[in-house]
């Protein structure tokens, strides 16, 4: 895998990118422009908008996002124990046990005190 | 071809980065600096680092970018022009400048002593660039830095208990 190998993910960004930006042009050029206030308006499910969305949101939010970052690390570390597990063998599944027992004590600490839970 | 990519990748990377702090609202800094983050993805596959390349599109441009938009939405950053004209400490922005020259010394005068690029050459064949790989990483974590990746552990398990005790209200 040489970085020449990443030739396709880049064209894929290419046309990803390309596509999009192509749509929005070309939507902007043929599309009738026929403005209104209710077109202007911020859309909510058709409902009256209250305000706009710069409000503090609760911190629960920010619990829920910390504890998926935790555990997303975790599985980025499980990746490349995966493509050698043969070759790691016992010694491997024992230590990423041990790591998993480490992070289940954080899991358990979490469900007791309530923290997956929506107050 | 590897150079032009990296030129324009660090056209980009500066670009976005630059907007990352010139932006008025918090947010689309946000997206530039998601953009960054893909750029810096960039940057490690033409180092061979494809790994590290995943890696940081998962855990920098998807986790650590939705933290950020939650400390943007916790905060109330409703009208930041208010602000303007009157600093919080006055001497913020020189204090800033110097911080940023610092650095800029430091990384310079590293770059000066290093002995060479840590790039691998452009010809090197794919053993060079096979120990970017997710296998080749894994060798090495269950091997010689088995120790360190079980200190991982501990470290995210810390940051589990720190992150319940400080945003989960106490139950009655």
Known sequence: MTPNDFLPVLITFFVVGGFAGITLIATHILGPKRYSKEKHDIYECGLDYIGDSRKPFSVKFYLVAVLFVIFDLEVVFMYPWAVNFRHLGLFGFVSMGIFLVILTVGLLYEWKKGALEWE | ?172
């Open chain 2, 1 to 172: 071809m590897q150079g032009v990519m990296f030129i324009v990748l660090a056209l980009v990377t500066l670009f976005s980065a630059l907007m990352v702090i010139t932006r008025k609202d918090p947010v689309s800094s946000i997206l530039y600096l998601v953009l960054t983050f893909f750029c810096f993805a960039g940057f490690y596959v033409l180092l061979g680092a494809q790994f590290l390349a995943a890696v940081q599109i998962i855990v920098y441009a998807g986790a650590i970018a939705v933290l950020f938009l939650f400390v943007v939405m916790m905060l109330n950053l409703r009208e930041p022009e208010a602000e303007e004209g009157k600093e919080l400490i006055p001497i913020w922005k020189p204090l800033g400048y110097a911080v940023g020259i610092g650095v800029g010394i430091v990384f310079l005068s590293y770059l000066a002593s290093s002995p060479g690029p840590a790039i691998p050459p452009l010809n090197g064949g794919d053993e060079i660039y096979a120990m970017g790989r997710a296998d080749f990483l894994g060798k090495a974590l269950f091997t010689d830095f088995i120790l360190p990746f079980e200190i991982a552990g501990v470290l995210l398990l810390a940051a589990v208990l720190g992150a319940v005790a400080l945003a989960k209200k106490k139950r009655v």
